[in-house]
């Protein structure tokens, strides 16, 4: 009589890859997760692949930062890298390739700055030649994730002309300006070094906003559409699932993570009954897709 059932195939798994060989750096704050080098992320890959995860997306931690972010087009850069090794091992594995400045720049924003400010339009055409080189390299799905007005469109139009028509782009649509992703930063060692991420990102008291922006991005070409954080914009995911007839996922980002592990932690709830918990009401929500740090546990959990 269940209604709403939990399969791995919609679980995509978020991967850090970071410069060396035989490096596999814990990550403090989220427990079980680490910082893979290009040779140690196989053995991630392998393992989501035989638990039947529908994806991995790959975050990158270059050798250097400049104000450009030019390791985040380089063709030889950490991600491209890692995708090519990838798709070598498994050809099969959908691979996602997040899409942002913010582990690329000496200043930490998702944009190019110009005194106190992002510029908007030069970032964008830096996204677009980024999704190419991204694609290039085998990704076969680009995710920006930098909220830049019109980077959908100037990412759609970067990869049709460097011709590859058929990379998809799942945008994230609505990404709030959450305070859940002080883990992430840890891991892809991104904080901004001065300022916040305000401008670009959303308003946490805002539901409307995120249905212009959903709307802006299906004109621009997107393929699907994301609400990052989950759990605390689930009637946001609600709204934008029941608007629009593409595929609309949550990313369940690293501090709703972390809590239910240091919770589990402290004795005060039940890991897997907690997790798996949210991850349904995720789904129930309206999320077609979702990107979890759970992604293996749960996995295995439903497997048994």
């Known amino acids: 009589m269940r209604e709403t059932r939990l399969d791995p195939g919609e ?4 991967l850090f890859v970071r410069p060396g060989r035989g490096e596999k750096r814990a990550i403090s704050s989220m427990p079980g997760h680490f910082q893979y080098s290009v040779d140690e ?27 450009r972010a030019s390791g985040a087009w380089a063709d030889d850069g950490i991600v491209q890298r890692a995708l090519k090794a990838l798709k070598d091992r498994r050809p099969g594995l ?23 400010s992002i510029d908007n339009d030069e970032t964008v055409e830096l996204y677009g030649k980024t999704a190419a080189s991204l694609a290039r390299a085998g990704a076969d799905v680009v995710a920006p994730s930098g909220m830049m007005d019109g980077q959908v469109g100037a990412i759609r139009a ?11 782009i799942l945008a994230y649509t609505a990404k709030y300006a959450s305070a859940f992703y002080g883990p992430f930063r840890d891991a892809a060692e991104s904080p901004p070094k001065f300022g916040d991420r305000k401008t670009h990102q959303m308003d946490p008291g805002n539901a409307r906003e995120a249905l212009r922006e959903a709307e802006l991005d299906v004109r621009e ?18 709204a934008v699932s029941e608007r629009f007839d593409l595929p609309v996922g949550a990313y369940s ?18 890991e897997k009954e907690a997790a798996l918990e949210a ?14 740090y759970y992604a293996l546990e749960a996995a295995r959990w439903l497997g048994k």
């Open 279 to 292: 991850l349904a009401a995720i789904k129930r929500a309206g999320a077609r897709f979702i990107l979890t």
């Open 94 to 116: 959908l691979a996602i390739a997040d899409l942002c400045f913010c582990e690329y720049t000496d200043h930490g924003h998702c944009g190019i700055v110009r005194g106190d």
């Open 158 to 168: 970067g990869l049709d002309g460097a011709g590859f028509p058929e990379t998809a």
């Open 11 to 14: 679980f995509i798994l978020p």
């Open 41 to 67: 992320l196989a053995t991630a890959a392998d393992e989501a692949a035989r638990l039947g995860i529908g994806a991995v997306i790959l975050f990158g931690l270059p050798e250097t930062k400049d104000a």
């Open 253 to 270: 980002v690293s501090g709703e993570f972390s809590m239910i592990k240091a919770a589990s932690r402290n004795g005060w709830l039940d």
């Open 221 to 238: 070409g997107a393929d699907m559409l994301m609400v990052k954080p989950a759990l605390p914009y689930l009637d946001v995911l609600r």
